[in-house]
C-alpha cells in the first residue's frame, strides 16, 4: 500500500471566485498519508489552505513546526516552501488553494446557524488574539494548541491578549432563558482590569431577545477601524447593528482570529472572510 494517497481537483487556470474579484481557486482536495512520510516542495507561488479531519502532522512554516490535530487550520501564503511530516500512524487533511498575492487578505465576515436548543452559555468570535505568557503561554498561541484541547475559559481569561464578542449568549444560570439572550465584547486578559473578571467588559452592553433562534441562518460582519468597532447581524427577517468605543481598554493592533463554543452549544458557519484596507499594514489570520 503506497503511502501517498491524493485526492485532487484542479482546475490549473483558476476560475473565477466572483465577478470583478482577481481571485482564482486553483485547486481543492484530499490528502490521506501514512506514518514516516515528509514532503518537501518547491516554492509555491499561491495561497493553500489545510484543515486537518484525522491523525496528526506539522507544517514547517519560517523554520518553525506548526502541530495539527483534528479540526486544526493551516495556511500557507504565496512564495513559501511547503514542508510536512506525519506524526500518527495516518493523517488525513482537505486544503484548498488559490492564486493571487492578495488572497490571505480576502479570507471577518461569516454566516452562522444556531444548531442547539440550549439557552444557556455563549459563542465566541475572537479577535488579534495571542499568548500573554508566563511560559508556555507565548506570543503565537499555535504554539500552545495542546494545552487548549480541553478548553477551559481560565485559559483563555488569564494567558490571552485578545477581543471577544459573545453572541448568541445566555446567562449561565441553570434557570437561564431566551430573555437573559445578549451581545457582549470582552478584553483579555483580566490582568489588565486587577483580575476582576467584570471589569473586562467594553460598554455598552447589548440585549439579544429573538436573534440567533435555532436553524435560522445569520449573516455576520466584524468591522474594526482604529478605536471603533460595530458587528452587523442580519437574518431574513431583521438586522442589528453593534457598536463598541475600544478607547476605553489598552488597544491590539494584531494576531489571529478564532470561535469558540461553550459546553452544549453548537452552530454552523460557512463563507468565513477577513479582509482589510490595502493601505493598512497587513495583519495575522
Same mark, same amino acid.
Given at each position: 500500500? $503506497? ?14 471566485? =466572483? ?18 512520510? $515528509? ?6 507561488? &499561491? ?10 502532522? %506539522? *507544517? ?7 502541530? +495539527?490535530?483534528?479540526? $486544526? ?30 488572497? @490571505?487578505?480576502?479570507?471577518?465576515? &461569516?454566516?452562522?446557524? #444556531? ?50 464578542? $459573545?453572541?448568541?449568549? *445566555? ?13 457582549? =465584547? #470582552? #478584553?483579555?486578559?483580566?490582568?489588565? *482590569? ?41 437574518? !431574513? ?9 475600544? %478607547?476605553?481598554?489598552?488597544? @491590539? +493592533? ?13 452552530? @454552523?458557519?460557512?463563507? !468565513? ?13
Amino acid at each position: 500500500m $503506497s503511502p501517498y494517497h491524493p485526492r485532487l481537483l484542479s482546475y490549473p487556470a483558476a476560475m473565477p471566485a =466572483a465577478p470583478n474579484i482577481p481571485l482564482g481557486l486553483r485547486s481543492v482536495g484530499r490528502d490521506e498519508l501514512l506514518k514516516g512520510v $515528509s514532503i518537501v516542495s518547491c516554492h509555491k507561488n &499561491f495561497t493553500q489552505l489545510f484543515w486537518s479531519v484525522a491523525g496528526e502532522g %506539522s *507544517f514547517l512554516r519560517e523554520g518553525r513546526w506548526y502541530e +495539527q490535530t483534528p479540526g $486544526s487550520i493551516f495556511c500557507y501564503e504565496p512564495d513559501s516552501i511547503h514542508e510536512l511530516i506525519v506524526k500518527s500512524d495516518k493523517w488525513c487533511y482537505y486544503w484548498i488553494s488559490f492564486d493571487h498575492k492578495h488572497a @490571505l487578505n480576502w479570507l471577518r465576515d &461569516f454566516d452562522f446557524t #444556531r444548531m442547539d436548543t440550549v439557552d444557556r452559555f455563549v459563542c465566541i468570535v475572537y479577535l488579534y488574539a495571542s499568548g500573554a505568557g508566563p511560559e508556555p503561554y507565548t506570543e503565537d498561541i499555535t504554539e500552545w494548541n495542546r494545552l487548549r484541547q480541553i478548553p477551559y475559559m481560565a485559559t483563555y481569561f488569564d494567558h490571552m491578549n485578545l477581543l471577544h464578542i $459573545s453572541y448568541a449568549a *445566555f446567562n449561565n444560570k441553570i434557570d437561564a432563558g431566551k430573555d437573559s439572550a445578549y451581545i457582549r =465584547a #470582552r #478584553r483579555y486578559p483580566r490582568s489588565l *482590569f486587577g483580575g476582576q473578571f467584570d471589569r473586562m467588559e467594553l460598554e455598552p452592553d447589548y440585549t439579544a431577545i429573538d436573534l440567533f433562534e435555532p436553524g435560522m441562518e445569520h449573516h455576520m460582519t466584524i468591522i474594526k477601524r482604529g478605536e471603533e468597532m460595530y458587528m452587523n447581524v442580519s437574518n !431574513i427577517n431583521e438586522e442589528r447593528l453593534y457598536y463598541w468605543d475600544l %478607547s476605553q481598554v489598552p488597544g @491590539l +493592533q494584531k494576531g489571529r482570529i478564532g470561535l469558540r463554543h461553550m459546553w452544549q452549544r453548537a452552530g @454552523l458557519y460557512k463563507n !468565513i472572510t477577513v479582509s482589510q484596507l490595502e493601505n493598512r499594514k497587513s495583519e495575522s489570520c
